[in-house]
């Protein structure tokens, strides 16, 4: 029964072997379904209506810019009047949804999970044409999608049970429960465009919650998969209402009005500040402080020690720096190294580096495709540019070709002093700066130099500087002798500190939480 399958401990969803032909032959033939389906039109979602407009816009493969993905009606050319819809959908709708118990709403977790699972390469197909991820990346993206799932309805269910309190010294019976908030704006990133987003959302949805989800213009079809799979499964109308839209109006009339009770966003430091300023005014028939949970990026940066296994510290500063062209938030841009280990290090690291191929996602031995779109582009070799212009030395790629997608090269700069731009601004790009500093004491205080707190990593033989890194390296996830990249649902919780964010802590036992206020019931016996 799936109800008991529910209780089975949760395990993560193992990667797929492409080296085996089983896998490599069902990946091809996904990638061939989908290029099928390239182009269609897609509609906005209200209150289970799929409400098609004049105004569209296009979501295209970054790896081949002339190739639409797919077309959408764009919610930005009537916006006021399609989010106060959406909004008033999803406050009629938690109405009865908050209501709903927690079993019933965790059920339909699992049920999408197991949609998703049984045609996963379906899905990151459409990740390999949508964002440029690789058959790899994109299969972790869709694995951390259905953990996300499954995570969050085991959650639910121990959230629902019965909470410890102290026994009280009146007659009175004493219960503490958790209730939903009300309608949230779920405003998720293009980056991890199925499983960020699908965890935002259902996390939101599994507490009770309901919501309008207002995906990225870069990655809205995987998203409108995502909202077939909720209507499959029969998520009653207005739980989960879709608003596409080309630029920000959408977006900031959400988190402006004054029926939103929280807003869950993942993107940049820029909008995640705007977004919590916005949340902080308190507008007309507003009853609440409107709460905000917020992932914002990072500077991360990976330390390898003199005495560091430099070939184990090259291996993994590579694949976290150059893993999905480096647009992950908790990608390595920063490697600090000290000056005794530096040049054998740097040997290493750069012949990894050329050693990866760019290519057409498509293809299934490609490590690196193309950034998202042309303004990441253009972003990115400016970046460059600074770099050096600033004393930077370009060791490894420092090229880009768009003349048939974003293709930035795999990019090193050594000689990046601390505090210099590119050391300290996070470009999202396949980008690595790298500092050498005079020992593991000034490595530390670099690596702490930024405004962000996200993720690092250190390498070191050494249990003592391992155990000063725990103590002193201030990120929200801190990985000793390995890549700083690869969070697992339930075993890394994920999220940062400082200008990272709340430190939500995604995937984690205390991530529901966000999404429910606590209730005491006290009855006198």
């Not at 499983?195 to 919501?211: D, E, K, R, S």
């Not at 990225?216 to 109308?237: C, H, N, R, T, W």
């Not at 070939?311 to 490697?335: H, I, T």
Request: aromatic residues 8%; proline residues 4%.
């Amino acid at each position: 029964m799936q109800t008991q399958r529910t209780l089975d401990e949760f395990t993560n969803e193992e990667f797929v072997d492409f080296s085996k032909p089983e896998n490599k032959q069902a990946m091809e033939s996904a990638l061939e379904r989908v290029k099928g389906e390239l182009g269609r039109e897609y509609p906005v979602i209200v209150n289970g209506e799929k409400i098609e407009l004049d105004q569209k816009f296009e979501s295209v493969n970054p790896s081949n810019k002339t190739q639409v993905v797919g077309k959408f009606s764009d919610a930005d050319s009537d916006a006021e009047n399609l989010v106060n819809k959406a909004i008033d959908a999803a406050t009629e709708s938690f109405k009865t949804w908050r209501n709903v118990p927690a079993e019933e709403r965790a059920e339909y977790l699992f049920k999408a999970a197991d949609i998703i699972r049984k045609d996963k390469h379906y899905y990151s197909a459409w990740m390999v044409f949508e964002v440029g991820k690789t058959w790899a990346e994109a299969d972790g993206d869709t694995a951390e999608a259905i953990d996300f799932l499954e995570f969050y309805g085991r959650e639910m269910l121990r959230w629902a049970g019965e909470q410890p309190i102290v026994k009280s010294p009146y007659a009175e019976k004493n219960d503490f429960e958790y209730i939903p908030l009300g309608v949230g704006a779920i405003i998720p990133p293009w980056n991890f465009p199925l499983a960020i987003m699908a965890g935002m959302t259902m996390a939101a949805v599994v507490t009770g919650n309901t919501t309008v989800l207002k995906p990225s213009p870069d990655a809205p079809v995987i998203a409108y998969k995502f909202m077939e799979v909720l209507e499959q499964v029969g998520l009653p109308k207005g739980v989960v209402n879709f608003l596409a839209g080309s630029g920000a109006k959408v977006g900031e009339l959400m988190v402006q009005s004054p029926k939103t009770r929280f807003i869950s966003f993942t993107g940049s430091k820029a909008v995640g500040l705007h977004i919590y300023e916005e949340a902080a005014k308190t507008r007309e028939g507003q009853n609440w402080m409107k709460r905000v949970v917020a992932e914002m990026g990072g500077k991360d940066a990976i330390v390898v020690a003199d005495d560091a296994n430099l070939d184990e510290a090259a291996s993994g500063v590579v694949a976290a720096a150059f893993g999905f062209q480096g647009q992950k938030c908790s990608a390595c841009s920063r490697l600090i190294v000290d000056e005794k280990v530096h040049d054998e290090l740097m040997e290493k690291v750069v012949e990894l580096t050329k050693k990866l191929k760019i290519g057409q996602p498509t293809e299934a031995d490609t490590n690196m495709a193309a950034v998202i779109n042309e303004k990441s582009f253009r972003k990115a070799n400016e970046y460059i540019k600074i770099g050096v212009d600033e004393g930077g030395k370009i060791v490894a790629g420092g090229k880009g070709d768009d003349s048939e997608g974003f293709y930035i090269e795999p990019t090193i700069i050594d000689n990046v002093a601390p505090k210099s731009t590119i050391e300290q601004e996070e470009i999202f790009a396949p980008v690595l700066a790298v500092i050498k500093v005079k020992n593991y004491e000034e490595a530390l205080e670099v690596a702490n130099g930024t405004q962000y707190g996200l993720t690092g990593a250190v390498y070191s033989e050494s249990d003592e500087r391992l155990e000063q890194a725990r103590r002193d390296f201030h990120v929200g996830n801190l990985y000793l002798n390995r890549k700083c990249t690869g969070a697992l649902v339930g075993v890394h919780p994920f999220g940062g500190f400082n200008m990272s964010g709340t430190d939500s802590k995604a995937g984690g036992r205390e991530y529901l939480l966000q999404f429910m206020q606590g209730k005491s019931i006290a009855r006198k016996i």
